[in-house]
């Protein structure tokens, strides 16, 4: 069986006459500490490969569930990397800019004769739809980010997409879903799994039980997605509920995950480093004292990854901008950075 080559991101492809195995190998690479999400995924994606799909709805329907800064948009993102090798190549509801019923009707465009119907072009038309594809596979990721904060007649539209994998916009074009892959993701319930979460963690704590006893995990990870299944039930109608393929529940993030995000987070922008900077890039290099110091400062149980990102930005970027306008980050050198616990900040200096 071929193997997938470790390229950068930005230049990897897979296609889809790739082994299906290899896509769930990529996918477990980039989105950490969620097995059981690639699991519940990528059959459906060997589905769509293998022409197996069914047929009169989309290839998958997921509803992804879980606290803030877990994985669950970027789920959706390293989805669209595997098939199309970009995130780009997604097509992301954010259901926050549809809390009106009138702004939910530009998902679908206004009929003709309606004002405004030159100017509003559909959210969800077939051509949006076609442009998140790419010469590697026909597939679309869509994504209804955070379909809590939509106005309730948002579920009238998606109920439609669901059940008949079809939508007809507002000048009466046919848009059909049955190339995409739906996600739809949601905080629902998300306070009181993180409640659960904590819970578990003093109960581990108190006990001197260490985290790995199998079937207490299994519990404990039962027990959050009931919690989530139940605030999911009080929001959505049974029908809706029906046609969602797998209900996922996403799981707090422990240091350990935490650390190789971090790694993950680094070289990413490393290569952001690189692409702004071109000739001019340095790479930056970081002491054990101070990844240690950008792990205790960003994990906060109650941000998932979130805060990592923040704190690399505050306590890395933002001061080694103030040193490459000053000039003093030469082409083609390493920089170290280092943390001084006495100064409370990390500190930079030039290696060779
Ligand atoms: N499981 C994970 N594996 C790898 N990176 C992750 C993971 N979870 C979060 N991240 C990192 O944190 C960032 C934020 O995560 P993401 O946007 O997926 O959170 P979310 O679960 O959608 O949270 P919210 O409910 O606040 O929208 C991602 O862009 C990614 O860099
Ligand atoms: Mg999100």
């Not at 669209?80 to 939910?104: F, W």
């Not at 109920?159 to 892959?181: A, C, H, Q, W």
């Not at 049974?238 to 799981?251: A, C, G, H, I, K």
């Not at 692409?275 to 994990?299: A, H, I, K």
């Amino acid at each position: 069986m071929a193997k997938l080559q470790t390229l950068p991101v930005k230049t990897r492809r897979v296609s889809t006459h790739h082994p299906a195995a290899s896509i769930a190998e990529y996918l477990r690479g980039r989105l950490l500490g969620q097995d059981h999400v690639l699991e519940a995924v990528a059959p459906y994606l060997d589905m769509f490969q293998a022409k197996l799909n069914p047929v009169g709805r989309p290839a998958g329907i997921f509803m992804l569930l879980g606290p803030t800064g877990t994985g669950k948009t970027r789920t959706a993102e390293v989805v669209a990397e595997a098939l199309h090798g970009s995130d780009r190549h997604l097509l992301r509801v954010d259901c926050g800019e549809y809390q009106m019923d009138h702004e939910v009707a530009k998902l679908v465009g206004a009929p003709p004769g309606y004002l405004g119907h030159r100017e509003t072009q559909a959210v969800l038309s077939q051509q949006r739809l076609d442009g998140v594809t790419s010469e590697y596979s026909r597939l679309s990721v869509v994504l209804f980010d955070e379909i809590e904060k939509a106005a309730p007649s948002m579920a009238r539209i998606l109920l439609g997409i669901l059940d008949k994998g079809f939508l007809r916009t507002g000048d009466n074009n046919p848009v059909s879903f049955e190339n995409s892959i739906v996600f739809l993701s949601s905080n629902l319930g998300a306070k009181e799994m993180a409640q659960i979460s904590r819970q578990h963690m003093g109960f581990l704590q108190g006990s001197q039980r260490r985290k790995g006893d199998a079937a207490e995990e299994q519990a404990h990870h039962a027990k959050t997605h009931e919690a989530a299944m139940f605030a999911v039930r009080k929001q959505f109608s049974p029908e809706f509920m029906n046609r969602v393929d797998s209900f996922l529940t996403y799981r707090a993030l422990d240091r350990e995950t935490l650390d190789a995000i971090l790694d993950q987070l680094l070289d990413k922008m490393q290569e952001h480093i690189d692409l702004r900077m071109g000739m001019e890039t340095f790479s930056l290099v970081y002491t054990d004292r101070c990844r240690n110091f950008l792990l205790d400062c960003g994990c906060s149980p109650d941000s998932g990854a979130r805060e990592l990102k923040r704190v690399i930005q505050r306590h890395v970027l933002q001061p080694l901008a103030t040193l490459v306008i000053q000039r003093h980050t030469p082409a083609g050198r390493q920089v170290q950075v280092d943390y001084v616990a006495e100064e409370g900040r990390t500190v930079f200096s030039l290696l060779r």
